[in-house]
């Protein structure tokens, strides 16, 4: 099946094309939405394979490809990097602008069950199921060759994603995920309003609980986490996770950068890291110096 998409803006660097691109998701309420892809200059001549990077509140589809200095390391790799957007947009729900950490920018990469965030907001399904058939629809890629990592609210949903979703993704990695939403303020938030008041169904949503649940998922699992972000003890709880891993025997590379924060001084710092440990999943072979 084809999925129509419009492009909005191109443009090269580091050999690899920035591209922008806009189409109708029905899995999001039939509303536009936008996704950011950096395109290796390798997929002229081959299928090449799919990081998805999902970015944390606020953000947009663009803030990765501004920031972070990922377009070196796509292209190097031969990899293709999809930013998808961080919630609908638009859907003329009373209030979904209205804060910085809940509807807009704030989709938390669930799928919404009540009224009236239930018509629009399924992050979970667009990344997980929609997005991936767009990409390779309109796109020289391997299906069978995809991984995914995020940022904050991003690395949440790169770990839900990927943990219940363990046969469709070869890595996972983060940087400061939120790692237990259910004992945190802003997660708490976000599953009241978009799940209701039920805490058992916010679980499923919850890489801790996820991994608790249903033990080991993947070889190993990459963390890059500031010692300086203000949000790590409240509202990041990386803890919980690493113990929940231990528990069950899930391997965890957790890497505490000292005097790091939660900006994108610290992502763009230890990207090239990641494109390395997601290198190594999709093409099987020894990474080289850049």
């Not at 909005?8 to 996704?35: D, M, Q």
């Not at 904050?152 to 993704?169: D, E, F, R, V, W």
């Not at 231990?246 to 994108?264: F, I």
Request: aromatic content about 12%; proline content about 5%.
């Amino acid at each position: 099946m084809q999925h129509s998409i419009d492009q909005l803006s191109s443009s090269k660097c580091f050999g690899a094309t920035v591209e922008r691109y806009s189409h109708v998701s029905p899995t999001l309420g039939n509303t536009l939405a936008k996704f950011h892809v950096i395109v290796p200059p390798q997929i002229k001549h081959r299928k090449v394979p799919v990081l998805y990077f999902l970015a944390g509140l606020t953000c947009n589809d663009e803030t990765f490809v501004l920031y972070s200095g990922a377009q070196r390391y796509a292209a190097f790799y031969g990899i293709l990097v999809v930013c998808p957007d961080t919630s609908p947009r638009d859907t003329g729900i009373e209030g979904e602008d209205r804060e910085y950490n809940f509807g807009s920018s704030a989709g938390f990469y669930v799928n919404a069950t009540t009224h009236p965030w239930n018509k629009y907001y399924h992050m979970f399904d667009y990344v997980t199921k929609e997005l991936p058939q767009v990409i390779y629809s309109n796109f020289n890629v391997d299906s069978n060759r995809q991984s995914i990592f995020g940022h904050s609210m991003g690395g949440h949903g790169a770990l839900i994603c990927a943990l219940k979703n363990p046969t469709q993704y070869l890595s996972v990695s983060a940087f400061a995920p939120v790692s237990n939403p259910v004992n945190c303020s802003f997660g708490r938030k976000c599953l009241r309003g978009y799940l209701g008041n039920d805490k058992e169904s916010w679980k499923q949503y919850d890489a801790t609980e996820l991994i608790r649940e249903n033990g080991p998922q993947f070889p190993d699992i990459l963390i890059d986490q500031g010692t300086l972000d203000p949000f790590l003890k409240d509202q990041l709880l990386v803890e919980n996770f690493q113990k929940a891993c231990q528990s069950v025997g899930q391997n965890l590379t957790l890497r505490m950068q000292q005097d790091y924060d939660h900006e994108y001084n610290f992502i763009s710092t230890f990207i090239h890291d990641h494109f390395a440990y997601h290198n190594l999943a999709l093409s099987q072979k020894p990474n080289a110096s850049i």
